[in-house]
Every structure is written in structure tokens, then in C-alpha cells.
């Protein structure tokens, strides 16, 4: 059973802290890791994609991948309340098939 | 460049009804994949084509489930009967064609059903 583990949360952050929200996942044959938001009553929105190991950067949000610990995270800087969501991981293996967590929540507070 | 649609955005419907979703993808994507999504968990992937063949439907109760993409570009989700349990948002996403496992997905605004 291929499973990707994320705390529920709630992660309460500060405005202009730095959020970082984590995610494990079990099939060592996953190639490929996204972090989608997700807004309350919205679907999901793709934010990034980690492909290699090590970190991706882009804007506010970094994405850092170590095969070897099967760990995925995301960094968000300068948290805003506007980044106030759940934060959905998820694992791609064979056939373009995603393995998704349950998500993380998000409070960034005033 | 038009993301995704789906419709109806939500449906109440009776236990033992008959529902249908609909899916129109991104333009010139070659995969579709139906998601359930109950509230609080991550999308569950349900079934996936490829063009108009299916590629995965391991997930999808059979019994009562069945969709289709027949010219390979819009797809429909049925649901008969329907169950409490069906109650969720069923999410439709595309993928560009086939690129082995760097293949982002995009998503639909999702169809809110509830069972009574």
C-alpha cells in the first residue's frame, strides 16, 4: 500500500514567519512529488513540483526532496494570510498515477 | 489558455438516485483522471484515461460506478445507485500527454454531491 503521511495540523505561523510543512511517503519507486494548495470549498492548485534532490525555489516557496529519508517539505517565506490553506503532498509513481496525503492546514495569524 | 471544467458544481441527490458528472479537460491533454475526495482527506484517484482508453480503474466500484471518455476528449462519471457514503467532491484533472511520472496534474473546480 503506497501512502504519503502529512501532520493534519493545524501549523499556526505568524504573518512574515517562515511556514515549513512536511511529508513522507512509503514506495521508494516515486519519481516525482507535488505540494498542491488548497483553499476551503476549492480543488486542489498546483504550487510545485520536485523532480530531483535537494531544493527548488520559486518566488516565496521552496520545495526540498531527500530520496534517501523518502521526505518531501515545503517552505513557505514571508507567510501571508493569504496562504491560509491545506497543503496536499503527493507521491507520482508508474503511469502518471499521484498518491495524495491528507494535507496539512495552514493559519497564518495577524 | 481554459483550465479545466466540470459541472454540475454541486448535486444533492436521494440514496439509490442515478448521478452524472461531467469533465472537459485542458486542450490537448491527453490523460483524465476522476478523483473522490471525502472532506478531510486527499483525492483519491477513482479511474484514469489515457486519450479513451483506460489505463486505471483499480479504485472505482465497479457495481455502481462507470465513466467514460469516448472521443478521447470530455469524459462523464456515473454514479447508480448512489450511496450515503458517495457523498464527497469529485475532482477531474488532465495531464499533458504522456511524460512517465513528471506529469502535472491539473484540476477541475470539482462537483460537490451530497447522498440524503
Known amino acids: 500500500q503506497k501512502e504519503v503521511e502529512q501532520n493534519s495540523g493545524p501549523l499556526s505561523v505568524p504573518e512574515g514567519a517562515i511556514a515549513s510543512l512536511n511529508c513522507t511517503y512509503s514506495?521508494?519507486?516515486?519519481?516525482?512529488f507535488f505540494w498542491y494548495r488548497q483553499y476551503s470549498g476549492k480543488s486542489p492548485e498546483l504550487i510545485m513540483s520536485i523532480y530531483s534532490n535537494g531544493d527548488k525555489e520559486d518566488g516565496r516557496f521552496t520545495a526540498q526532496l531527500n530520496k534517501a529519508s523518502q521526505y518531501v517539505s515545503l517552505l513557505i517565506r514571508d507567510s501571508q494570510p493569504s496562504d491560509s490553506a491545506t497543503y496536499l503532498c503527493?507521491?507520482?509513481?508508474?503511469?502518471?498515477?499521484?498518491?495524495f496525503g491528507t494535507g496539512t492546514q495552514l493559519k497564518v495569524e495577524l | 489558455e481554459a483550465g479545466v471544467a466540470q459541472s454540475p458544481r454541486y448535486k444533492i441527490i436521494e440514496k439509490r438516485q442515478s448521478v452524472a458528472f461531467w469533465c472537459n479537460p485542458i486542450s490537448g491533454h491527453a490523460t483524465l483522471y476522476w478523483y473522490q475526495q471525502i472532506l478531510g482527506q486527499g483525492p483519491k484517484l477513482l479511474i484514469q484515461?489515457?486519450?479513451?482508453?483506460?489505463?486505471?480503474d483499480s479504485q472505482l466500484p465497479k457495481d455502481r460506478f462507470s465513466a467514460e471518455r469516448l472521443k478521447g476528449v470530455d469524459s462523464t462519471l456515473k454514479i447508480q445507485p448512489a450511496k450515503l457514503e458517495d457523498s464527497a467532491v469529485y475532482l477531474c484533472?488532465?495531464?499533458?500527454?504522456?511524460?512517465?511520472?513528471?506529469?502535472?496534474?491539473?484540476f477541475g473546480p470539482g462537483t460537490r454531491l451530497t447522498v440524503l
Open positions: 484533472a488532465s495531464s499533458p500527454r504522456d511524460r512517465g511520472s513528471y506529469n502535472e496534474q491539473f
Open positions: 484515461f489515457q486519450n479513451n482508453g483506460v489505463v486505471d
Open positions: 514506495d521508494r519507486v516515486s519519481q516525482s
Open positions: 503527493a507521491a507520482g509513481g508508474g503511469g502518471n498515477k499521484l498518491t
